[in-house]
Protein backbone atom coordinates (compact mmCIF):
# COMPACT_ATOMS: atom_id res chain seq x y z
CA UNK A 1 0.00 0.00 0.00
CA UNK A 2 1.64 3.48 -0.68
CA UNK A 3 0.11 6.84 0.81
CA UNK A 4 1.77 8.36 -2.38
CA UNK A 5 2.48 5.89 -5.40
CA UNK A 6 3.96 8.62 -7.29
CA UNK A 7 6.77 9.87 -4.90
CA UNK A 8 7.48 7.00 -3.89
CA UNK A 9 8.34 4.97 -6.33
CA UNK A 10 10.36 7.42 -8.49
CA UNK A 11 12.58 6.19 -11.09
CA UNK A 12 16.18 7.07 -10.57
CA UNK A 13 16.20 9.64 -13.05
CA UNK A 14 13.13 11.68 -11.54
CA UNK A 15 14.59 11.58 -8.64
CA UNK A 16 18.02 12.54 -8.45
CA UNK A 17 16.35 15.51 -11.11
CA UNK A 18 14.00 16.29 -8.07
CA UNK A 19 17.18 16.16 -5.81
CA UNK A 20 19.13 18.46 -7.26
CA UNK A 21 16.49 20.72 -7.67
CA UNK A 22 15.57 20.62 -4.11
CA UNK A 23 19.22 20.44 -2.89
CA UNK A 24 19.94 23.71 -4.77
CA UNK A 25 16.74 25.57 -2.98
CA UNK A 26 18.29 24.51 0.36
CA UNK A 27 21.74 26.26 -0.71
CA UNK A 28 19.62 29.31 -1.64
CA UNK A 29 18.01 29.11 2.29
CA UNK A 30 21.24 28.34 4.16
CA UNK A 31 22.38 31.80 2.94
CA UNK A 32 20.13 32.95 5.39
CA UNK A 33 21.82 31.36 8.19
CA UNK A 34 24.71 33.32 9.57
CA UNK A 35 27.17 29.71 10.49
CA UNK A 36 26.32 28.86 7.39
CA UNK A 37 27.13 32.15 5.01
CA UNK A 38 30.52 31.70 7.40
CA UNK A 39 30.88 28.22 6.46
CA UNK A 40 30.96 29.13 2.65
CA UNK A 41 32.16 31.50 2.36
CA UNK A 42 35.44 30.18 3.99
CA UNK A 43 35.36 27.00 2.15
CA UNK A 44 34.86 29.34 -1.08
CA UNK A 45 32.07 27.95 -1.97
CA UNK A 46 28.73 29.43 -4.01
CA UNK A 47 25.33 28.36 -4.72
CA UNK A 48 26.12 28.19 -8.09
CA UNK A 49 29.03 26.02 -7.62
CA UNK A 50 26.86 23.00 -6.83
CA UNK A 51 25.63 21.55 -10.43
CA UNK A 52 25.48 17.73 -9.52
CA UNK A 53 24.32 15.80 -6.70
CA UNK A 54 27.65 14.67 -6.51
CA UNK A 55 28.75 18.13 -5.46
CA UNK A 56 27.35 18.12 -2.04
CA UNK A 57 30.31 16.38 -1.23
CA UNK A 58 32.00 19.51 -1.27
CA UNK A 59 29.93 21.66 1.32
CA UNK A 60 31.04 21.18 5.01
CA UNK A 61 29.34 19.16 7.53
CA UNK A 62 27.26 20.29 10.58
CA UNK A 63 27.63 18.43 14.02
CA UNK A 64 25.27 18.49 16.35
CA UNK A 65 27.76 20.82 18.30
CA UNK A 66 26.90 23.41 15.56
CA UNK A 67 22.99 23.11 16.47
CA UNK A 68 24.03 23.50 20.09
CA UNK A 69 25.88 26.35 19.89
CA UNK A 70 23.35 28.34 17.80
CA UNK A 71 20.68 28.04 20.41
CA UNK A 72 18.04 29.04 20.78
CA UNK A 73 17.15 30.53 17.25
CA UNK A 74 20.93 30.00 15.03
CA UNK A 75 19.89 27.96 13.10
CA UNK A 76 16.22 29.16 12.05
CA UNK A 77 16.97 30.35 7.99
CA UNK A 78 12.98 31.82 8.17
CA UNK A 79 11.73 34.86 10.94
CA UNK A 80 10.06 33.44 13.90
CA UNK A 81 6.87 34.45 12.87
CA UNK A 82 6.74 31.60 10.06
CA UNK A 83 7.55 29.30 12.82
CA UNK A 84 4.33 27.67 14.17
CA UNK A 85 6.28 25.09 16.15
CA UNK A 86 9.35 24.41 18.54
CA UNK A 87 10.98 20.97 19.58
CA UNK A 88 13.32 20.68 21.80
CA UNK A 89 15.89 17.84 22.01
CA UNK A 90 17.63 16.75 25.17
CA UNK A 91 21.31 17.50 25.95
CA UNK A 92 22.84 15.34 28.25
CA UNK A 93 24.89 18.54 29.19
CA UNK A 94 24.20 22.11 29.02
CA UNK A 95 21.71 23.20 26.49
CA UNK A 96 19.26 21.48 24.25
CA UNK A 97 18.89 21.63 20.70
CA UNK A 98 15.92 23.58 19.31
CA UNK A 99 14.58 22.38 16.51
CA UNK A 100 12.02 24.56 14.42
CA UNK A 101 8.96 24.08 11.88
CA UNK A 102 6.95 26.07 9.38
CA UNK A 103 3.42 25.44 8.39
CA UNK A 104 4.80 24.00 4.84
CA UNK A 105 7.31 21.90 7.74
CA UNK A 106 4.25 20.46 9.51
CA UNK A 107 2.58 19.49 6.49
CA UNK A 108 5.84 17.79 5.13
CA UNK A 109 6.52 15.94 8.53
CA UNK A 110 3.25 14.31 8.68
CA UNK A 111 2.99 13.12 5.15
CA UNK A 112 6.31 11.18 5.47
CA UNK A 113 4.65 9.78 8.80
CA UNK A 114 1.37 8.58 6.74
CA UNK A 115 3.65 7.15 3.79
CA UNK A 116 5.54 4.50 6.72
CA UNK A 117 1.81 4.05 8.35
CA UNK A 118 0.58 3.62 4.84
CA UNK A 119 3.89 1.26 3.99
CA UNK A 120 2.99 -1.27 6.68
CA UNK A 121 -0.79 -1.60 6.20
CA UNK A 122 -2.49 1.10 8.52
CA UNK A 123 -5.24 2.60 7.38
CA UNK A 124 -8.74 4.29 8.30
CA UNK A 125 -9.58 1.28 9.83
CA UNK A 126 -7.70 0.96 12.50
CA UNK A 127 -7.60 2.44 15.92
CA UNK A 128 -4.05 3.58 16.89
CA UNK A 129 -2.55 4.25 20.28
CA UNK A 130 0.76 6.77 20.20
CA UNK A 131 2.13 5.95 23.79
CA UNK A 132 5.39 8.32 23.75
CA UNK A 133 6.00 11.43 25.29
CA UNK A 134 3.58 14.49 23.85
CA UNK A 135 5.89 16.82 25.39
CA UNK A 136 8.98 18.86 23.52
CA UNK A 137 10.30 15.25 21.80
CA UNK A 138 8.97 14.89 18.60
CA UNK A 139 7.55 11.44 18.93
CA UNK A 140 4.28 12.27 19.99
CA UNK A 141 3.02 15.48 17.76
CA UNK A 142 4.98 14.08 14.48
CA UNK A 143 3.05 10.53 14.85
CA UNK A 144 0.00 12.50 15.89
CA UNK A 145 -0.52 14.12 12.97
CA UNK A 146 0.44 11.23 10.39
CA UNK A 147 -2.00 9.08 11.74
CA UNK A 148 -4.94 11.71 11.61
CA UNK A 149 -4.12 12.39 8.09
CA UNK A 150 -4.33 8.59 7.15
CA UNK A 151 -7.69 8.93 8.80
CA UNK A 152 -6.89 6.45 11.86
CA UNK A 153 -8.19 6.89 15.18
CA UNK A 154 -5.49 8.58 17.11
CA UNK A 155 -5.65 7.89 20.85
CA UNK A 156 -2.78 10.15 22.61
CA UNK A 157 -2.22 8.08 25.32
CA UNK A 158 1.25 9.53 25.67
CA UNK A 159 3.27 7.39 28.38
CA UNK A 160 2.46 6.40 32.03
CA UNK A 161 -0.03 4.77 33.72
CA UNK A 162 0.00 1.22 31.93
CA UNK A 163 -2.50 -0.45 33.59
CA UNK A 164 -4.78 2.41 31.80
CA UNK A 165 -2.87 2.31 28.71
CA UNK A 166 -4.17 -1.54 28.64
CA UNK A 167 -7.55 -0.73 29.51
CA UNK A 168 -7.87 1.58 26.54
CA UNK A 169 -6.25 -1.01 23.96
CA UNK A 170 -8.90 -3.50 25.08
CA UNK A 171 -12.34 -1.39 25.68
CA UNK A 172 -11.18 1.04 22.42
CA UNK A 173 -10.10 -2.15 20.22
CA UNK A 174 -7.08 -1.17 19.60
CA UNK A 175 -5.03 -2.16 16.55
CA UNK A 176 -1.95 -0.35 16.04
CA UNK A 177 0.27 1.16 18.56
CA UNK A 178 3.67 3.01 18.70
CA UNK A 179 6.06 3.55 21.32
CA UNK A 180 9.73 2.62 22.51
CA UNK A 181 10.53 -0.76 22.41
CA UNK A 182 11.63 -1.00 26.02
CA UNK A 183 7.89 0.32 26.84
CA UNK A 184 6.49 -2.43 24.85
CA UNK A 185 8.53 -4.54 27.02
CA UNK A 186 6.77 -3.20 30.02
CA UNK A 187 3.58 -3.30 28.52
CA UNK A 188 3.87 -6.77 27.84
CA UNK A 189 4.87 -7.76 31.39
CA UNK A 190 2.19 -5.60 33.13
CA UNK A 191 -0.60 -6.88 30.29
CA UNK A 192 0.83 -10.41 31.15
CA UNK A 193 0.26 -9.68 35.07
CA UNK A 194 -3.30 -8.63 34.48
CA UNK A 195 -3.73 -11.42 32.31
CA UNK A 196 -5.29 -9.19 29.07
CA UNK A 197 -4.24 -11.55 26.26
CA UNK A 198 -4.37 -7.74 23.99
CA UNK A 199 -6.10 -9.35 21.02
CA UNK A 200 -7.27 -6.68 19.01
CA UNK A 201 -3.45 -5.63 18.80
CA UNK A 202 -2.14 -5.85 15.56
CA UNK A 203 0.73 -4.14 14.65
CA UNK A 204 3.34 -2.42 16.94
CA UNK A 205 5.57 0.59 16.16
CA UNK A 206 8.86 0.91 17.46
CA UNK A 207 11.44 3.50 17.60
CA UNK A 208 13.62 6.03 19.14
CA UNK A 209 15.95 3.63 20.92
CA UNK A 210 18.18 1.19 19.43
CA UNK A 211 16.85 -3.10 19.54
CA UNK A 212 17.59 -6.01 18.31
CA UNK A 213 16.23 -8.53 16.55
CA UNK A 214 15.45 -11.06 19.14
CA UNK A 215 13.79 -8.27 21.23
CA UNK A 216 11.47 -7.81 18.04
CA UNK A 217 10.75 -11.43 18.13
CA UNK A 218 9.67 -11.75 21.82
CA UNK A 219 7.55 -8.29 21.39
CA UNK A 220 6.26 -9.74 18.66
CA UNK A 221 5.34 -13.19 20.70
CA UNK A 222 4.08 -11.30 23.55
CA UNK A 223 1.55 -8.72 22.16
CA UNK A 224 0.66 -10.74 19.14
CA UNK A 225 1.73 -7.92 16.47
CA UNK A 226 4.14 -7.53 13.70
CA UNK A 227 6.85 -5.35 15.06
CA UNK A 228 8.69 -2.36 12.90
CA UNK A 229 11.25 -0.24 12.98
CA UNK A 230 10.96 3.74 13.20
CA UNK A 231 13.79 5.45 12.51
CA UNK A 232 14.07 9.58 12.57
CA UNK A 233 15.87 12.06 14.71
CA UNK A 234 14.35 16.25 15.57
CA UNK A 235 17.22 17.83 13.09
CA UNK A 236 15.56 15.90 10.26
CA UNK A 237 11.68 16.70 12.07
CA UNK A 238 11.37 13.97 13.97
CA UNK A 239 10.46 10.45 13.60
CA UNK A 240 9.35 9.04 9.90
CA UNK A 241 12.87 9.60 8.47
CA UNK A 242 13.30 6.08 7.66
CA UNK A 243 10.67 3.03 8.01
CA UNK A 244 10.56 -0.70 8.03
CA UNK A 245 8.24 -1.64 5.21
CA UNK A 246 6.45 -4.62 5.11
CA UNK A 247 9.62 -6.90 4.21
CA UNK A 248 11.43 -5.95 7.10
CA UNK A 249 14.48 -5.99 5.46
CA UNK A 250 16.14 -2.53 5.76
CA UNK A 251 14.52 0.89 6.09
CA UNK A 252 12.99 2.82 3.37
CA UNK A 253 14.74 6.55 4.08
CA UNK A 254 12.57 9.37 1.72
CA UNK A 255 15.04 10.28 -0.78
CA UNK A 256 12.44 12.97 -2.09
CA UNK A 257 13.17 14.86 1.44
CA UNK A 258 16.51 13.58 2.55
CA UNK A 259 19.71 13.70 0.70
CA UNK A 260 22.29 10.47 2.02
CA UNK A 261 25.57 9.80 1.94
CA UNK A 262 26.98 7.10 3.98
CA UNK A 263 30.80 8.36 5.10
CA UNK A 264 33.52 6.78 7.34
CA UNK A 265 33.69 8.74 10.58
CA UNK A 266 37.14 9.50 11.01
CA UNK A 267 38.42 10.25 7.17
CA UNK A 268 34.78 11.91 6.04
CA UNK A 269 35.07 9.51 2.94
CA UNK A 270 32.39 7.87 1.20
CA UNK A 271 31.60 4.79 1.85
CA UNK A 272 29.75 2.48 -0.54
CA UNK A 273 26.89 0.69 -1.00
CA UNK A 274 26.83 -2.42 1.87
CA UNK A 275 30.08 -0.52 3.49
CA UNK A 276 29.02 0.74 7.11
CA UNK A 277 29.52 4.04 8.24
CA UNK A 278 27.54 7.55 9.52
CA UNK A 279 24.44 8.82 8.36
CA UNK A 280 24.95 12.07 7.12
CA UNK A 281 21.66 13.59 5.57
CA UNK A 282 21.29 17.11 4.03
CA UNK A 283 17.39 17.61 4.38
CA UNK A 284 15.73 18.35 1.12
CA UNK A 285 12.38 19.48 1.97
CA UNK A 286 12.85 21.61 5.91
CA UNK A 287 11.99 25.36 5.14
CA UNK A 288 12.31 26.48 9.15
CA UNK A 289 15.66 24.43 9.88
CA UNK A 290 17.51 23.80 6.87
CA UNK A 291 20.95 22.17 7.12
CA UNK A 292 23.89 20.88 5.38
CA UNK A 293 25.20 17.41 5.61
CA UNK A 294 24.22 16.92 9.32
CA UNK A 295 26.32 14.03 10.82
CA UNK A 296 23.70 11.91 12.28
CA UNK A 297 26.13 9.83 13.83
CA UNK A 298 24.63 6.87 13.19
CA UNK A 299 25.95 3.30 12.09
CA UNK A 300 24.13 1.86 9.05
CA UNK A 301 24.64 1.56 5.54
CA UNK A 302 22.70 1.63 2.38
CA UNK A 303 21.32 -1.90 1.34
CA UNK A 304 22.76 -3.16 -2.31
CA UNK A 305 19.47 -4.94 -2.81
CA UNK A 306 16.42 -3.57 -4.17
CA UNK A 307 13.24 -4.23 -2.34
CA UNK A 308 10.04 -5.85 -3.82
CA UNK A 309 7.28 -3.38 -2.52
CA UNK A 310 9.07 -0.87 -5.65
CA UNK A 311 10.52 2.01 -2.94
CA UNK A 312 14.35 2.68 -3.32
CA UNK A 313 16.93 2.35 -1.46
CA UNK A 314 17.25 1.06 1.74
CA UNK A 315 19.32 1.77 5.05
CA UNK A 316 20.16 -1.07 7.43
CA UNK A 317 18.75 -0.78 10.70
CA UNK A 318 21.28 1.16 12.90
CA UNK A 319 24.03 -0.74 14.63
CA UNK A 320 25.20 2.06 16.42
CA UNK A 321 26.84 5.17 17.24
CA UNK A 322 29.73 6.44 15.31
CA UNK A 323 31.67 7.83 18.53
CA UNK A 324 31.78 4.13 19.48
CA UNK A 325 33.90 3.21 15.84
CA UNK A 326 37.20 1.46 17.05
CA UNK A 327 39.76 1.76 13.55
CA UNK A 328 41.58 -1.89 14.03
CA UNK A 329 44.03 -2.71 11.53
CA UNK A 330 42.44 0.18 9.53
CA UNK A 331 38.92 -1.63 9.51
CA UNK A 332 36.47 0.38 11.16
CA UNK A 333 34.55 -2.41 13.97
CA UNK A 334 31.35 -1.15 16.39
CA UNK A 335 30.76 -2.33 19.81
CA UNK A 336 27.16 -3.37 18.77
CA UNK A 337 28.34 -5.77 15.35
CA UNK A 338 30.33 -7.86 18.51
CA UNK A 339 27.04 -7.85 20.39
CA UNK A 340 25.01 -8.87 17.58
CA UNK A 341 27.61 -11.98 16.28
CA UNK A 342 27.63 -13.12 20.41
CA UNK A 343 23.67 -13.21 20.45
CA UNK A 344 23.40 -15.33 17.74
CA UNK A 345 25.69 -17.52 19.32
CA UNK A 346 23.95 -19.56 22.25
CA UNK A 347 26.82 -21.24 23.53
CA UNK A 348 28.53 -17.76 24.85
CA UNK A 349 26.83 -14.93 26.84
CA UNK A 350 26.15 -11.43 25.29
CA UNK A 351 27.85 -9.76 27.75
CA UNK A 352 31.46 -8.80 26.62
CA UNK A 353 35.01 -6.77 27.06
CA UNK A 354 36.76 -5.79 24.28
CA UNK A 355 40.72 -4.97 24.69
CA UNK A 356 42.71 -3.44 22.02
CA UNK A 357 46.48 -3.50 22.13
CA UNK A 358 49.04 -2.30 19.68
CA UNK A 359 51.79 -5.45 19.79
CA UNK A 360 54.63 -4.51 17.39
CA UNK A 361 52.39 -2.07 15.48
CA UNK A 362 49.97 -3.70 15.02
CA UNK A 363 46.43 -3.88 16.37
CA UNK A 364 45.45 -6.78 18.22
CA UNK A 365 41.66 -7.10 19.45
CA UNK A 366 41.05 -9.45 22.48
CA UNK A 367 37.11 -10.09 23.14
CA UNK A 368 36.67 -11.59 26.76
CA UNK A 369 32.93 -13.63 26.50
CA UNK A 370 32.06 -15.72 28.60
CA UNK A 371 30.74 -19.19 28.46
CA UNK A 372 27.03 -20.15 29.09
CA UNK A 373 26.75 -22.40 32.14
CA UNK A 374 24.16 -24.70 30.01
CA UNK A 375 26.73 -25.49 27.53
CA UNK A 376 29.39 -26.67 29.22
CA UNK A 377 30.09 -30.02 28.65
CA UNK A 378 33.12 -30.63 31.07
CA UNK A 379 34.99 -31.67 27.84
CA UNK A 380 38.36 -28.92 27.08
CA UNK A 381 37.76 -29.68 23.05
CA UNK A 382 34.11 -28.52 23.54
CA UNK A 383 35.39 -25.09 24.78
CA UNK A 384 37.84 -25.29 22.09
CA UNK A 385 35.14 -25.76 19.65
CA UNK A 386 33.02 -22.82 21.15
CA UNK A 387 36.18 -20.81 21.08
CA UNK A 388 36.76 -21.30 17.25
CA UNK A 389 33.57 -20.63 16.35
CA UNK A 390 33.23 -17.38 18.22
CA UNK A 391 36.62 -16.35 16.04
CA UNK A 392 34.95 -17.53 12.96
CA UNK A 393 31.88 -15.58 13.31
CA UNK A 394 33.67 -12.57 14.20
CA UNK A 395 35.93 -12.85 11.45
CA UNK A 396 33.02 -13.36 9.15
CA UNK A 397 31.43 -10.15 10.46
CA UNK A 398 34.19 -7.77 11.17
CA UNK A 399 36.18 -9.28 8.72
CA UNK A 400 38.85 -9.21 11.33
CA UNK A 401 40.86 -12.01 13.31
CA UNK A 402 40.35 -11.17 17.01
CA UNK A 403 41.81 -13.35 19.89
CA UNK A 404 38.81 -14.53 22.02
CA UNK A 405 38.95 -15.42 25.36
CA UNK A 406 35.81 -17.86 26.99
CA UNK A 407 35.81 -16.97 30.53
CA UNK A 408 33.92 -17.84 33.86
CA UNK A 409 30.05 -17.32 33.82
CA UNK A 410 29.30 -14.32 35.63
CA UNK A 411 32.40 -12.78 35.80
CA UNK A 412 32.39 -9.73 32.84
CA UNK A 413 31.23 -6.57 34.21
CA UNK A 414 27.60 -5.86 34.11
CA UNK A 415 26.98 -2.11 32.75
CA UNK A 416 23.70 0.11 34.00
CA UNK A 417 23.43 2.96 31.74
CA UNK A 418 25.88 3.46 28.84
CA UNK A 419 28.37 0.43 29.14
CA UNK A 420 32.06 0.64 28.48
CA UNK A 421 33.00 -2.46 27.09
CA UNK A 422 36.19 -1.11 25.44
CA UNK A 423 39.51 -1.07 26.86
CA UNK A 424 41.58 0.91 24.33
CA UNK A 425 45.27 0.56 25.22
CA UNK A 426 46.77 2.04 22.29
CA UNK A 427 46.83 5.35 23.78
CA UNK A 428 50.33 7.20 24.19
CA UNK A 429 51.87 5.12 21.73
CA UNK B 1 27.37 -51.39 33.85
CA UNK B 2 26.08 -48.58 35.63
CA UNK B 3 28.08 -50.03 38.58
CA UNK B 4 31.66 -48.72 36.95
CA UNK B 5 30.84 -45.66 35.54
CA UNK B 6 32.47 -42.93 37.46
CA UNK B 7 31.39 -39.82 37.64
CA UNK B 8 34.12 -36.90 37.11
CA UNK B 9 33.74 -33.51 38.28
CA UNK B 10 35.18 -31.28 35.73
CA UNK B 11 35.83 -27.65 36.31
CA UNK B 12 35.85 -24.95 33.37
CA UNK B 13 38.30 -22.50 34.88
CA UNK B 14 40.62 -19.46 33.46
CA UNK B 15 43.89 -19.31 33.37
CA UNK B 16 44.49 -17.35 35.88
CA UNK B 17 46.14 -17.41 39.30
CA UNK B 18 44.59 -18.96 42.44
CA UNK B 19 41.69 -20.38 40.38
CA UNK B 20 42.99 -24.35 41.26
CA UNK B 21 43.68 -22.56 44.74
CA UNK B 22 40.22 -21.75 45.12
CA UNK B 23 38.53 -24.95 43.79
CA UNK B 24 41.15 -27.11 46.30
CA UNK B 25 39.89 -25.11 49.43
CA UNK B 26 36.52 -24.91 48.01
CA UNK B 27 35.95 -28.86 48.08
CA UNK B 28 38.73 -28.96 51.62
CA UNK B 29 36.28 -26.76 53.55
CA UNK B 30 33.67 -29.29 52.71
CA UNK B 31 36.07 -32.58 53.76
CA UNK B 32 35.45 -33.67 50.09
CA UNK B 33 38.56 -36.06 49.39
CA UNK B 34 40.45 -34.84 45.86
CA UNK B 35 41.39 -38.84 44.89
CA UNK B 36 43.35 -37.69 41.60
CA UNK B 37 43.06 -34.66 39.88
CA UNK B 38 44.27 -33.52 36.32
CA UNK B 39 44.41 -29.86 34.71
CA UNK B 40 44.32 -29.56 30.99
CA UNK B 41 44.62 -26.26 29.23
CA UNK B 42 44.20 -24.77 26.09
CA UNK B 43 44.53 -20.71 24.66
CA UNK B 44 43.56 -19.08 27.98
CA UNK B 45 41.19 -21.21 29.69
CA UNK B 46 41.29 -24.96 30.95
CA UNK B 47 39.24 -27.37 32.32
CA UNK B 48 40.07 -29.07 35.80
CA UNK B 49 39.10 -32.70 36.08
CA UNK B 50 38.68 -34.20 39.26
CA UNK B 51 37.34 -37.29 41.15
CA UNK B 52 36.19 -37.10 44.37
CA UNK B 53 34.92 -39.21 47.15
CA UNK B 54 31.54 -36.89 47.39
CA UNK B 55 30.69 -35.74 43.74
CA UNK B 56 27.27 -34.29 44.28
CA UNK B 57 28.53 -32.48 46.64
CA UNK B 58 31.28 -31.08 45.07
CA UNK B 59 28.95 -30.20 42.45
CA UNK B 60 26.63 -28.34 44.37
CA UNK B 61 29.60 -26.50 46.72
CA UNK B 62 31.61 -25.50 43.37
CA UNK B 63 27.97 -24.54 41.32
CA UNK B 64 26.99 -22.22 44.25
CA UNK B 65 30.49 -20.75 44.51
CA UNK B 66 29.90 -19.58 40.93
CA UNK B 67 31.80 -22.30 39.52
CA UNK B 68 30.93 -23.87 35.98
CA UNK B 69 30.70 -27.84 36.55
CA UNK B 70 29.86 -30.89 34.53
CA UNK B 71 29.91 -34.08 35.47
CA UNK B 72 31.76 -36.21 33.01
CA UNK B 73 31.69 -40.10 32.97
CA UNK B 74 34.88 -41.57 33.41
CA UNK B 75 36.17 -45.36 34.21
CA UNK B 76 38.89 -46.73 36.45
CA UNK B 77 41.74 -49.72 35.85
CA UNK B 78 43.52 -51.44 38.30
CA UNK B 79 47.29 -51.06 36.38
CA UNK B 80 49.76 -54.29 36.90
CA UNK B 81 52.60 -52.66 38.31
CA UNK B 82 54.94 -54.46 35.75
CA UNK B 83 56.28 -53.36 32.32
CA UNK B 84 53.92 -53.52 29.75
CA UNK B 85 50.35 -52.82 32.39
CA UNK B 86 49.43 -49.46 30.16
CA UNK B 87 50.13 -51.12 27.15
CA UNK B 88 47.88 -54.03 27.55
CA UNK B 89 45.08 -51.45 28.54
CA UNK B 90 45.09 -49.62 25.70
CA UNK B 91 45.44 -52.40 23.40
CA UNK B 92 42.49 -54.12 24.84
CA UNK B 93 40.23 -50.96 23.92
CA UNK B 94 41.84 -50.51 20.35
CA UNK B 95 40.59 -53.35 19.80
CA UNK B 96 37.34 -52.54 20.42
CA UNK B 97 37.80 -49.60 18.62
CA UNK B 98 37.43 -47.28 21.45
CA UNK B 99 38.91 -43.93 21.30
CA UNK B 100 40.95 -42.80 24.62
CA UNK B 101 40.35 -38.90 24.70
CA UNK B 102 42.19 -38.89 28.43
CA UNK B 103 43.66 -40.65 31.03
CA UNK B 104 45.49 -39.49 34.13
CA UNK B 105 46.97 -42.12 36.87
CA UNK B 106 47.07 -42.12 40.28
CA UNK B 107 48.33 -44.45 43.10
CA UNK B 108 45.72 -45.09 46.16
CA UNK B 109 45.45 -47.98 48.16
CA UNK B 110 44.46 -50.63 45.54
CA UNK B 111 47.90 -49.81 43.42
CA UNK B 112 47.97 -47.79 40.37
CA UNK B 113 44.77 -47.05 39.22
CA UNK B 114 44.34 -45.61 35.30
CA UNK B 115 41.34 -43.30 35.25
CA UNK B 116 39.98 -42.94 31.26
CA UNK B 117 37.87 -40.57 29.93
CA UNK B 118 36.90 -42.22 26.11
CA UNK B 119 34.20 -42.08 23.68
CA UNK B 120 32.03 -44.86 24.29
CA UNK B 121 32.14 -45.70 27.88
CA UNK B 122 29.38 -48.72 27.59
CA UNK B 123 31.76 -50.47 25.15
CA UNK B 124 34.93 -49.80 27.07
CA UNK B 125 33.67 -51.84 30.45
CA UNK B 126 32.24 -54.60 28.14
CA UNK B 127 35.88 -54.57 26.59
CA UNK B 128 37.57 -54.58 29.57
CA UNK B 129 35.48 -57.08 31.72
CA UNK B 130 35.60 -60.10 28.74
CA UNK B 131 39.42 -59.60 28.45
CA UNK B 132 39.84 -59.67 32.34
CA UNK B 133 41.88 -56.45 32.73
CA UNK B 134 38.47 -55.69 35.04
CA UNK B 135 36.85 -52.47 35.56
CA UNK B 136 36.93 -51.11 39.15
CA UNK B 137 33.58 -50.10 40.34
CA UNK B 138 32.66 -46.72 41.27
CA UNK B 139 31.70 -47.81 44.99
CA UNK B 140 35.38 -47.53 45.23
CA UNK B 141 35.57 -44.11 45.10
CA UNK B 142 32.45 -42.59 45.59
ZN1 LIG C 1 10.28 -2.26 0.75
Given at each position: ??????????????????????????????????????????????????????????????????????????????????????????????????????????????????????????????????????????????????????????????????RRQIEMINDFGVTVIHCTPSYAMHLAEVAEEMDSPLESLRIGLFGAEPWSDSMRTELEKRLGVTAYDSYGLSELFGPGVAFECQEREGLHIWHDCYLVEIIDPVTGEVCGDGERGELVVTPLAKEA?????????????????????????????????????????????????????????????????????????????????????????????????????????????????TTVRLVEPGTLPRFEGKAKRVIDRRNGL | MDTYVIRQVSVFSENRPGRLAAIARALQDEKINILAFSIAEADGFGVVRALVDRPDRAFETLGSLGFNVAFTDVIAVKMRDEPGGLYEIARILGDAQINIEYSYAYSGKEGAVLILRVDDVQSAIQALLESGAGSMESSAFQ
Open positions: MFWNQKIETLTPAELSDLQLKRLKKTLESVQNVEFYQKQLKSAGIKPRDIRTLDDVSRLPFTRKQDLRDGYPFGFFAVPLREVVRIHTTSGTTGKPTVVGYTRNDLATWADLIARNMTMVGVTEDDVFQNMVNYGMFTGGLGFHYGAEAIGATVIPSATGNTMPLLRYRTGDITMLMEDGCICGRAKKIARITGRSDDMLVIRGINVFPSQIEHVLLQIAEVGSQFMVYVDRINHLDEMTIDVEINREYFSGELADLSRIQKKVVKELRDTLELR | -
